[in-house]
């Protein structure tokens, strides 16, 4: 079936450095996607999201990046801060409605002093 | 506001119990979901509803029930648990559906089965 999936489980990252978060999916029907941080404990958080008529979007120090000709999707931190240290998951519509979501496994970003 | 609220937190059952996981929101969302979290596999969709009185199977629905009698909640019931059921289970929820919109988290409820 249709996927979406990480390319890295863990990411380090030094404190103040660009953090990268890739993201790969499978449905190239898929229309909008979503990004998710969730820390330790808690539930996912809305970071941001991107629908398929962008290349680029970006909020407070996030970016996320779409590329459809290889269904790649990309979230940039911008100066990596300790708070920021969680898992992220990307979604995207479950076979093509957005009733439903499948996300990916998730990468853990660690923010090293 | 309170957002979307999971009770209880924390869980032990033994193998053959019921009980009822709740959730509730007070954003007055049409759309609700449950997703239990295991490692290594993601938020896996077990059952949604797209409004009062109305439910659907998601990608892992066996062993889990649900209604949805009211706007605000939508319980999830162990029939008769099993190890298998272990996990972190979340309930979200987003104003409509079928629209491309984001989903509002609880904190999750954390399960085991002996």
């Known amino acids: 079936g249709e996927s979406v999936g990480l390319h890295l489980p863990t990411l380090s990252v030094q404190e103040g450095d660009n953090s990268i978060i890739n993201c790969a999916y499978s449905?190239?029907?898929?229309?909008?996607f979503i990004w998710y941080k969730q820390e330790s404990g808690k539930g996912p958080q809305f970071i941001i999201d991107?629908?398929?008529?962008?290349d680029k979007r970006q909020g407070q120090r996030v970016t996320v990046l779409l590329n459809k000709t290889v269904k790649h999707l990309s979230l940039q931190i911008a100066a990596t801060q300790p708070g920021d240290s969680a898992v992220y998951f990307c979604?995207?519509?479950?076979?093509?409605?957005?009733?439903?979501?499948?996300f990916g496994t998730g990468t853990r970003l660690q923010v090293t002093l | 506001n309170a957002g979307v609220t999971q009770t209880p937190k924390f869980q032990v059952l033994k193998t053959g119990q019921s009980m009822t996981l709740q959730c509730a929101q007070d954003?007055?969302?049409?759309?609700m979901s449950w997703y239990r979290q295991d490692p290594g596999m993601g938020l896996r969709l077990i059952h949604y509803?797209?409004?009062?009185?109305?439910?659907d199977q998601g990608e892992v629905p066996n062993g889990y029930n649900v209604s949805r009698s009211t706007t605000e909640d939508f319980p999830l019931r162990l029939l008769s648990a099993a190890p298998s059921q272990t996990s972190v289970y979340f309930c979200?929820?987003?104003?409509?559906?079928?629209?491309?919109?984001?989903?509002?988290f609880g904190d999750g409820t954390r399960l085991s089965i002996l």
């Open positions: 509803s797209v409004g009062a009185g109305i439910t």
């Open positions: 979604a995207e519509p479950y076979t093509g409605t957005a009733s439903k979501l499948t």
């Open positions: 991107i629908r398929s008529n962008m």
């Open positions: 954003m007055n969302h049409e759309y």
């Open positions: 449905n190239s029907a898929s229309d909008y």
């Open positions: 979200a929820s987003r104003p409509r559906p079928g629209f491309n919109q984001p989903q509002h």
